[in-house]
């Protein structure tokens, strides 16, 4: 498949990105600290002061890294304001590589102490001896080039050294924290949150350096013994930047589970799709999204709800593939990254499996709920090339695996209502409904008796450029975009507008309008079908509306008050396409319907299928046994006409008798019938026959 459009730009920005910067900035750092030891020896300098200086320093770094090693603090992005500090000290009496060594004492120490933090601590300390060397650059602008054998002595340490400290430690701070992001972050375009927070902490950094390093320095010449005390602002320094951080990652927390937020997913994707286009290799995301939980909060309260919640978060970990990561996006709804799948079908079969585990029974104050999911998948780079657009499809894809029932749907572009060319058909949708440009065309229902029992409105569409546009493809565009309750206004305004023209002209036939799930579930909709039948006087009697089945799956209770509303109102509701849906007895039991219709599936094979005969007995059966009229769909022959006569259906509607028509063919097709009825082709010309045999010899017509 290939990749959509819209990722293109992401895909541009991360060509950009150098995959080797790591090894290159260690392979520098590791020339650059040889050449400055091999310098440092040639000349006869030492590389780390003596004496009691050197011991102090040496014990003062110690306890820095004893402390860090056994909180188990990470140096990550920000690294240890403690151990800059020091090193920065070390540079400003004896050059820089000494400091380098100190600061390489305290990032690869800690760093190995965190054995699988260990590539990542060699590039700490790679660029901190980078940043280093770019401090001492900026010192020896001033013309200082300190050394173990020539310490910085300044005449006074006053305000006139307060430049060469300034711009050290901007070099330092510069050069490392740069080099850090660029060799650490994912390539998004913008810094990460915990970055972002960090960023800010290097004014705090910046401020520690400035104030305690020269401290250092002035307790190091005229008190060395007492230089193993600055280690407790340097401790308290490392915590503060510590809290700093962690509270960054508890922004990135959901604090009623524990998993990650949606922030956090979307950055940790963007490191997945850097790693995984580094090997050329697919990534997946997973978004999954509990189905009818919305009930459960309504029935047993939100307490109860979030108690849920937690279970089934741990349940999301326990069901985890090896290197998978879970996060909880809000309300009901989760997220599970695969930074590496071998296939589609592959990360399709680990969705279905994660689905699987959330859908066995759940244990709530010995009350058993069996909570079902659906869930979306998206694949890098087939899907999209970028975090937000895999994202963005996985829950295109999740949506879908709702409105059919199917538990797990692949993301596929055809079905994607949000592409580019689905949205510009979005927009002409929506021009043709403002300027009246989409029609509605009349197909008949009848009875076996040839009586017109009613018309459906079949909304239909002509574009401009495109031509007939299918009525699934459109109505769908308008049911994933918010545009579904303008088109229904429009059929309702359009074809109430027909019947009392039809009224008008003495042609009294009810007419069938389809509304959809959202409609029936936004408030007040009862009372506006009411005020339209009013406004165009036209009897409750003459509307009907058709609702499909997956009203019920959503919330039956407020859409069984909707249709009891409408059905008070005197309009008459149908059950459409019944028997594709998955609503129980009970829920069809509740609904205030008064037909209901089969769909065209089980009508096309009634007279081939033994297995749809049957289904369709069934439904008269269970219909007829519930005061229900039963409308078969789909009806193109005689013979399955004839068997549906045979099985008690009420009334048929399909090509056998008459195909949708504009108002105007609809119209004379109506009065064509008149008090006649609707006859088939077959019967009308056995009938002509027997009128022709029934006349007397030689007997002429005119």
Known sequence: MKPTDSAAPASRLRLLVVPALPATIVTAAGLALAAGVLVNLGEGDALFPGGSIGWSLALLTGIIVGHLVALGRDRWWGGTGSGAALALAVLLLFGWVPAALVSLSVVVLVGAARRHRWRQAVVHGAVDVLGIGAAA??????????????????????????????????????????????????????????????????????????????????????????LPLFAVPLIALDSTLWIARARAEEQLRDPLTGLPNRQWLLERTWTALDD?????????????????????????????????LLQIADRLRHAL???????????????????????????????????????????????????????????????????????????????????DRSGVELYEAKRDGNTPDRLGLLGDLRRALDAGDVELHYQPKVGFDGHVAGLEALVRWVHPDRGRVPPDEFIAIAESSGLM???????????????????????????????SPRDVHSPGFAGAVAARLARHRVPPGALQLEITEHVLLEDPQRAADTLAGLTAHGVKMSLDDFGTGYSSLVHLRRLPVSELKIDRSFVARLAVDTEDAEIVRCTLDLAHSLGLLVVAEGVEDDETWERLRDLGCDAVQGWLVAAAMPPDETTAWLRARGERGWQRESETAALAAEKAAERPSGQVLN
């Open 276 to 308: 995984a286009e580094r090997v050329n290799a697919r990534s997946a995301l997973v978004l999954i999204d509990l189905d009818r939980f919305r009930s459960v909060n309504d029935t047993l309260g939100h307490l109860a709800g979030d108690r849920l």
């Open 321 to 403: 593939p090896r290197g998978a990561e879970a996060a909880r996006l809000g309300g009901d709804e989760f997220a599970v990254l695969l930074p590496t799948t071998d296939s589609l079908t592959s990360a399709q079969r680990v969705a279905r499996h994660l689905v699987a585990a959330l859908g066995s029974p759940l244990d709530l104050d010995g009350l058993t709920l069996v909570l079902e999911a659906s869930a979306g998948v998206a694949v890098f780079p087939d899907h999209a090339l970028d975090a937000e657009g895999l994202l963005r499809r996985a829950d295109v894809a999740m949506y879908q695996a709702k409105r």
């Open 137 to 226: 650059l900026g010192l020896a602008a001033f013309g200082v080039a300190s050394s173990v054998r020539h310490p910085w002595s300044p005449a006074s340490w006053n305000l006139s050294v307060l430049p060469e400290v300034v711009v050290t430690a901007a070099s330092y701070l510069a050069v490392s924290r740069g080099l850090l992001w660029l060799s650490l972050t994912p390539r998004t375009g913008q810094l990460p949150a915990i970055p972002r927070t960090a960023v800010v902490r290097q004014a705090l950094v910046g401020i520690a350096l400035l104030g305690i390093s020269p401290l250092i320095a002035v307790c190091a010449v005229h008190a060395p013994l007492l």
């Open 485 to 515: 309750p303008r088109l229904t206004e429009y059929v309702l305004e359009t074809a109430l507008a027909q019947v009392a023209r039809w009224r008008a002209m003495g042609l009294e036939v009810p007419v069938a309008v389809n509304v």
